[in-house]
C-alpha cells in the first residue's frame, strides 16, 4: 500500500527534489505508475520560491497547448496540483544535504528531516544570475521591463518597438540581442569588458546585425524607473564616469547558476557546475538509481518544455530502476 498523504514511508521508493516543470512531471509519471513519489518542493526564499524560474515568468507563450499564453505561476500550480491529484506528497522544504554513498539514499532537510529514498530525481533546475543592482529585482518582479529570459518574455507588447538594452558578454547575451531585435527598436548590448566571451559565430552574427550596438566597458548600477523601467545608470569601467541611459526595457544574460550544492560532489558535474549524464538520451547519473532531469543538466535548451520532457523520462527510468534494480 502507498503511504498516506501525511506518512513519511521508510525508505521511501522516489524522491523528487524540485519543483519546476521537471519536477512535477516526474511525480506526475512517477504517481501514475503507482510509486507514490515525495516531493520536496523547496522553502520560500528571497530569491528562490517553489516552482523555480517560472514563477518570476509573467507569461508563457511557447508552452504547446496554451493557445492564449498561461502566466507561469498559474502554469506551475497546476503542474503542481496534477501531481497532488495522484499520489503525490509534498514537502515545503529544501534538501540541504544527501547520502548517496548509502543505500537506501538518504535526505537531509532544511527543518532537520532525515528521508531515506531507494531512488531520486534530482530536478532543482538552475537560477539566473542577476546583476544585484538597485530596482532590478523590483521590477523584474512587478513585470514592469527587467528579465533574465528573453525567450520567455521578449514577445511581450511592451518590449515592441523600444530600446532595449542586454547586458552580458557570453554566447547568451548575443542570443538574447539576436531574438529581441526581432520585437525591439534597437537593441544595446552592455559589456563590462572590451572583448566578448561569446563563441566566434555568435560574436560575428551580432556584430553583422545593424539593430545591435555595443556599448563597451559599462557596468549596470541602476535600474531607473517607478512602475516600469525608465533607463539604466551606468559606470564606466575605466574613467569610473556615470551616465543614464533611457531603455524601455533590460535583458539580464550574465550566465546561470546550477542548484547543485546540496549534492556535495557525489555526482559527477561537468566543469561549468551542471549534472553530468553518462548516456546520451538517459537520465541516469553515475551513480545508479539516482536521476538528473531539467535546468538542473541541462545547460543548453533550458526550456519548460524540455525540462518537461526530460521529467518525464526521469521518472520512466526510476520506474525501471525500481522495478529490476
Ligand atoms: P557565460 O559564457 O558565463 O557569459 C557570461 C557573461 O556575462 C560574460 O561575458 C561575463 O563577463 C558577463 N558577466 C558575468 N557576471 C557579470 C556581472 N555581474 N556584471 C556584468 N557582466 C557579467 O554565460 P552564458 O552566456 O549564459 O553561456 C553559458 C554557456 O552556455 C556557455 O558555454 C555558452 O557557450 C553556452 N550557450 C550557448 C549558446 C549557443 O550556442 N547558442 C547560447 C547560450 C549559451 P566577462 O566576459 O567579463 O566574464
Redesign the pocket.
Known sequence: MPPSKTEIADPESLVVVGSGPAGWTAAIYAARANLAPLVFEGAPSRTMVPGGQLMFTTDVENYPGFPDGVGGIDMMMDFRKQAVRFDTRVLTEDVVAVDLSARPFVLRSSEGREVRAKAVVVATGANA????VPGEERLARSGGGVSACAVCDGALPFFRGRTIAV?????????DALYMTKFAGEVLV????A?????R??QDRAMANPAIRFLWNK??VEVLGEEEIAGLRLRDAETGDESSLEVGGLF?????TPNTAFLDGQIDLKD?GYVRLPASWRTETNVPGVFAAGDVMD??Y?QAVSAAGTGCMAALEAERFLAHG
Open positions: 544570475r542577476w546583476l544585484g547586458v552580458g558578454g557570453g554566447d547568451s547575451a548575443m542570443e552592455i559589456h563590462r569588458r572583448e566578448l566571451r561569446a563563441s559565430i555568435m557596468t549596470v539580464v544574460a550574465i550566465g546561470h561549468n545547460d543548453f533550458r
